[in-house]
């Protein structure tokens, strides 16, 4: 099942050139990079919901909340962590 995950954005840079936005968004403890080229008025603190690498839309601070309880409840974050490239801050 592919799900969007709810994370929060911890810093923006622009990336290949200054075309691209990139965010480092955590997730948990867990920080992977997403691009914002969907959100591009999304900004540092905000929650996205991120797919396949993409943040996909911004939500607000209970929602990513309620998801991210959600997840835990159905064993879900237990998968995003083994499957995360990126170290623990």
Known sequence: MCLAIPGK?????LQYG?????A???????VKEA???MVPHAKIGDY???HGG???TIVDE???AKSFAYLREIGELD???AGSQTDRP
């Open 62 to 64: 209970e929602e990513a």
């Open 24 to 30: 480092k968004v955590e997730f948990g403890g867990i």
């Open 79 to 81: 998968e995003l962590v």
């Open 35 to 37: 691009s914002l080229d």
């Open 9 to 13: 954005i911890k810093s923006i840079e």
């Open 54 to 56: 993409v943040a996909i």
């Open 18 to 22: 200054g075309l691209v936005r990139m």
């Open 48 to 50: 996205v919901l991120v």
